[in-house]
């Protein structure tokens, strides 16, 4: 599923050089602990080489992604809990993106634009809204 999107401001971002690990809190309480290992990434196709998402999909971590990861939609929005210095600047595109997004909050960002640099661990919630109603229904 995964492209680019031509039409928006290319994010800046810094891969890891060590190993550090994301811990992804589903709605439902569920808990996901990652390693991520730098020489591996990108992960897959989908999303900012080493974002939220990418790693996310890499390790079945259900967050969804309409758009496929091309910050053309809000249904990735994730909550950083902690570690949201060490991750890239949002662009004014993803911004607008999260103006779509409900329960949105200070550190709320798009799980396909946030690319954590590896300097600290990260925890990420994912919120229950994040609901594609084409696939799940009203």
Do not use: W
């Not at 810094?14 to 690990?21: G, N, V």
């Not at 390693?35 to 079945?60: C, R």
């Not at 409900?102 to 590896?118: D, E, F, I, K, Y």
């Amino acid at each position: 599923m995964g492209g680019t999107n031509p039409y928006i401001e290319k994010a800046e971002y810094e891969l890891p050089k060590k190993a550090y690990s994301i811990t992804y809190i589903a709605a439902d309480g569920d808990v996901t602990k990652v390693a991520v290992d730098p020489a591996k990434i990108p992960y897959g196709e989908t999303g900012l080489p080493g974002s939220i998402l990418d790693i996310a999909m890499a390790n079945g971590v259900e967050l969804e992604h309409v758009c496929g990861g091309v910050c053309a939609c809000s249904t990735c929005h994730v909550i950083v809990k902690q570690g949201l210095e060490s991750c890239n600047e949002g662009t004014d595109d993803e911004f607008d993106q999260l103006d779509e997004a409900p329960m949105t909050t200070l550190h709320s960002r798009l799980g396909c634009q946030c690319v954590p640099n590896g300097t600290t661990d990260i925890v990420v919630e994912i919120p229950a809204v994040n609901k594609n109603l084409v696939k799940e229904g009203h």
